[in-house]
Each structure stands twice: as C-alpha cells, then as structure tokens.
C-alpha cells in the first residue's frame, strides 16, 4: 500500500509541476503578466508541492499534509 502511496503523490507532484511550468511559459514567453490571485495560487501550489515531495521521500505522514495545507 505504501508504494501505491508513493506513485499517487508522484503523480500528484508531476501534475502540479506541468501546471507550473505553462503558468511560468505563458508568463515568460508570451509575455503575459500574471494577475495578483494568480500569484496567490502558484505559492498555493508550491505549497502542496513541497507537501507531496516530502510524502514522495521520506513516506506518508499527516504532518507533510498538514504542512501543505498550511502553507
């Protein structure tokens, strides 16, 4: 069960890592300044990343959501 653990919170960080990497292209390479909610969101998102990286490495503990969730 831990390795199916480990595969969903992979599979969690790689989603948040593509969603990242288009807001950071369409910033950057189109040239589109982002909005104050949408800078809200990516520290969201880095948030939950920094929670799901930990989950990947060291196991599933509720302390790394509760981490995520907090930040």
Sequence with gaps: MSLLFKQLNALGLLAIS?????ALYAQLIDHELPC????????????VMLGLL??????QKPKYYTLSTIL
Excluded: A, D, E, S
Aim: charged share 5%; aromatic share 14%.
């Design 54 to 59: 930990l989950n990947t490495l060291y196991g």
């Design 18 to 22: 593509l969603v990242m990497t288009f």
């Design 36 to 47: 104050p909610l949408c800078l809200i969101q990516r520290l969201g998102f880095t948030g």
